[in-house]
């Protein structure tokens, strides 16, 4: 029974992700969740008494997943031009799986971002940040990079990677109508890497 339990909830979790990812928190509906897990709806609302409920949840996980392979990426010793190219690759890989993630931060951040700071903090992020920071400052010492405010290269690689998932929708609307978004968003990781360290470079 109780891996029948287990099985369930996974299929429930599988099948919000999909939707989530199709139509947002705002356009999502328990009962198309609950047709594609293959259950009834009084059974999802057993495990997950509201949508937001179960959103959180896929979010939390999402977002986890982002940050600790990020906070890894910033606190080891790669070559600074690589742990630029590992940071853009791991970006575009979860966003193109999560891709409502970036509209949902930024909601949690305008309404309450006292939990995403913790979770960022839990997760190494801001000690790995300053490692990298120093890495930056001290490539800018020997010359192998232009000087730069370390911050100003983070959030750059930040925004690059973010912001066309952010508009999406807009964004394929003017520039890709045709064309599979989702494919040149993936495709975009090393575009984004390559930008950046030639920005950067002497």
Not at 34 to 40: C, E, H, L, S, V
Not at 104 to 128: M, Q, Y
Request: charged share 30%; with cysteine.
């Amino acid at each position: 029974m109780e891996n029948k339990s287990v099985e369930t909830q996974e299929n429930i979790l599988i099948a919000a992700r999909t939707i989530f990812a199709q139509k947002g928190l705002a356009g999502a509906r328990m009962q198309e969740i609950a047709d594609r897990a293959g259950i009834n709806k009084a059974l999802l609302h057993y495990y997950y008494r509201n949508k937001e409920k179960l959103f959180e949840q896929v979010f939390d996980e999402a977002l986890k997943k982002m940050l600790r392979p990020i906070a890894a990426f910033l606190a080891d010793d790669s070559d600074l031009f690589q742990k630029i190219r590992n940071i853009c690759r791991h970006y575009h890989e979860v966003l193109v799986e999560y891709p409502f993630l970036p509209n949902f931060v930024i909601n949690e951040i305008n309404s309450d971002p006292t939990r995403i700071l913790k979770l960022f903090d839990a997760e190494g992020f801001l000690e790995g940040r300053e490692k990298t920071i120093i890495q930056i400052n001290e490539a800018v010492k020997s010359g192998m990079i232009r000087p730069i405010d370390p911050r100003e290269l983070i959030l750059n690689i930040i925004s690059l990677s973010i912001f066309p998932f952010a508009g999406r929708p807009v964004i394929k609307e003017i520039l890709y109508k045709n064309e599979n978004i989702y494919e040149i968003l993936k495709e975009r990781a090393d575009r984004v890497s390559d930008f950046i360290i030639q920005s950067i470079k002497i």
